[in-house]
């Protein structure tokens, strides 16, 4: 069965400066990798997503991951922080085939003025 | 295109209570999902559908909660009876099909406080 750690409950960053948000995998197979936001009261909202190809895949807002087969890590990064980028943020994977995505527990990024 | 929509936004109710969510997925998306996410953890499957078709519902306690999707298109999730554990956010999300190399849809999801 598929699994996703995220090791830190909480990252604080200033704003400005880059910020990685940690995501570690176990799955049987081929990966199917995704991160997801979710600001208070809302749904979840997709970011990006690594399918195959290149292992530095970009999303939304600026997002970017780095897909590392070895290590089997796909970290969030982006390179400049916002204030506005203070949020929920999940890890999720999928087999290949038909199954549902399992989701990490999720770390709460908060972007300091 | 119109997102996947879910009532009621909030709910609250005794325990021992019944309570029913509702979900209108995004036109088309034959893949329908319940999730449960309880505060302070992520999001976890209690039913996949395909078109009006159970595909897993291995985590659904299925002694108090049913899940229904008529017709493949809109879906209902009851709790009969519900718990004080039961508290948490139920998201409902969809895709195209269950094997898309896209992400989910998620609804805004109902928060459940159970008293």
């Known amino acids: 069965a598929q699994s996703v750690a995220q090791p830190e409950d909480q990252v604080n960053v200033a704003e400005g400066n880059p910020l990685t948000v940690k995501c570690t995998y176990s799955?049987?197979?081929?990966?199917?990798l995704f991160w997801y936001v979710q600001y208070p009261n809302r749904g979840l909202q997709f970011l990006l997503k690594?399918?195959?190809?290149?292992?530095l895949v970009k999303g939304s807002y600026g997002f970017e991951a780095e897909f590392n087969k070895s290590q089997t890590s796909f970290h969030l990064k982006k390179p400049s922080a916002l204030v506005s980028d203070s949020a929920l943020y999940f890890c999720a994977v999928r087999a290949a085939g038909n199954t549902p995505l399992v989701f990490g527990k999720g770390t709460r990024l908060s972007v300091i003025a | 295109e119109a997102g996947v929509a879910q009532s009621p936004r909030y709910k609250i109710i005794e325990k021992r209570q019944s309570v029913a969510f509702w979900c209108n997925p995004i036109?088309?998306?034959?893949?329908l999902y319940w999730y449960q996410q309880i505060l302070g953890q992520g999001p976890k499957l209690l039913i996949q559908?395909?078109?009006?078709?159970?595909?897993?519902d291995s985590q659904l306690p299925k002694d108090r909660f049913s899940a229904e999707r008529l017709k493949g298109v809109d879906s209902t999730l009851k709790i009969q009876p519900a718990k004080l554990e039961d508290s948490a956010v139920y998201l409902c999300a969809s895709s195209l099909t269950a094997t898309t190399n896209y992400g989910y849809t998620f609804g805004s999801g109902t928060r459940l406080t159970v008293v």
């Open positions: 036109s088309g998306h034959a893949t």
């Open positions: 559908f395909q078109n009006n078709g159970v595909v897993d």
């Open positions: 690594y399918i195959t190809g290149d292992n």
């Open positions: 799955v049987s197979g081929n990966p199917y």
